[in-house]
């Protein structure tokens, strides 16, 4: 089977980098934040154009401690996303405050600003606008919302490392922005990491004693914090990875493209949009299949040796910790849910990989059209 991600084409190519780095944090021994940790947040911070950048243990983390830095209290409402992954809802309800979902654009598939502004009461403190699937949402738009409001905005830019709105990368264009390394993520690790970055020097040295038990000075703990610190071990392997992060982008944009170039005059599919003003980063090829036939694509496409996915087959406020409470229409979410369809994606698919999926693909979808 031809995966929906494969890490092992890059640690292969970048082997020599990652056994010397790793050999480095053996010999000095330095295993919680230290010197890797520093190189990469200040790395991090110059690559996204921001002053700070906080790694922490988790994407998860990086939106609990970015909403809780930010200011989000217990009581607040969130407006954000119902399509998109658990982690997003969950940090908000952990911190005590109430997830507001709201539809998205169904094109985009991130938030709609026009359901963005409807959804405003005087609970609300904040905005989550997700990057889904490395499309960058309508910062533009969602930015000059909150700022009329009085909000804070926090990126969930899990799945947006190096993409970017009108030249500004996700993660530098709200009051904070929240990330994962989650291994398939655009820059992944070998196993979890996050970080928030930001501008804003209150926010930052927030999320420095929040990420440390709540201190800033050992033994000096001001605030119930967490355990959350960037593993030492995982700061080397993105050190290794960031300088290749933009060229294996650009690889994902192409196979991207050739998967649109084939798909797009498929009946009933629509494929994701290179927006001309975005860069689109492709943490996931996700495509809709309309007219009840997903399930039936997927089956087909498996059976020629291509993985497929649904991200996400069930929205957040169908889950059933979410099922019980009161939500507005959803209906656009709902019949994404019901469509969405990802093949692989990643930067080290080599070129008979990518035509293999594609004609997988076409192979499945003219066979179902003709038994039609």
């Not at 703990?221 to 294996?248: C, H, M, T, W």
């Amino acid at each position: 089977m031809i995966p929906l991600y494969d890490p092992k084409p890059e640690i292969a190519a970048q082997r020599a980098e990652f056994d010397a780095r790793l050999a480095g944090v053996l010999d000095t021994g330095s295993f919680i934040l230290g010197p890797e940790v520093t190189e990469f947040e200040t790395a991090m911070a110059d690559f996204i154009g921001v002053e700070h950048c906080i790694g922490v243990n988790s994407g998860t983390d990086a939106l609990i401690i970015g909403l809780r830095a930010a200011g989000v209290k217990p009581g607040d409402e969130v407006i954000t996303s119902s399509f998109t992954f658990f982690a997003t809802g969950e940090a908000i309800d952990l911190i005590g405050a109430t997830p507001v979902f709201v539809d998205v654009d169904p094109f985009s598939m991130n938030l709609d600003p026009a359901m963005v502004r409807q959804a405003i009461t005087s609970k609300t403190t904040a905005i989550v606008p997700v990057h889904i699937f490395g499309r960058p949402a309508e910062m533009t738009a969602i930015t000059a919302i909150a700022d009329a409001n009085d909000l804070i905005v926090l990126e969930d830019c899990a799945q947006s490392f190096g993409a970017a709105s009108e030249a500004r990368l996700t993660g530098s264009m709200g009051h904070a922005g929240a990330f994962s390394f989650f291994p398939s993520k655009n820059l992944g690790g070998f196993g979890d990491g996050g970080a928030i970055t930001t501008d804003d020097p209150a926010i930052a040295e927030e999320a420095i004693r929040l990420r440390n038990h709540g201190s800033i000075k050992r033994y000096e703990n001001e605030v119930f914090g967490y355990n959350s610190r960037l593993d030492s071990l995982q700061a080397a392997i993105l050190n290794v990875k960031l300088p290749y992060l933009q060229s294996n982008n650009e690889r994902r944009r192409t196979i991207a493209a050739a998967y649109n170039d084939a798909f797009g005059d498929l009946p009933g599919i629509i494929v994701p949009a290179f927006p001309e003003r975005d860069r689109h980063v492709f943490g996931q090829y996700t495509m809709r299949v309309l007219d009840a036939r997903r399930e039936r694509l997927a089956e087909a496409v498996n059976q020629r040796g291509v993985s497929t996915a649904v991200y996400y087959p069930t929205p957040l406020h169908m889950l059933p910790v979410y099922r019980d409470r009161k939500h507005g229409p959803l209906t656009v979410t709902e019949q994404l849910a019901t469509e969405v369809l990802s093949v692989p994606m990643f930067p080290g698919m080599t070129d008979d990989q990518l035509e293999a999926v594609i004609e997988a693909v076409l192979e499945s979808a003219m066979a179902i059209s003709n038994n039609d």
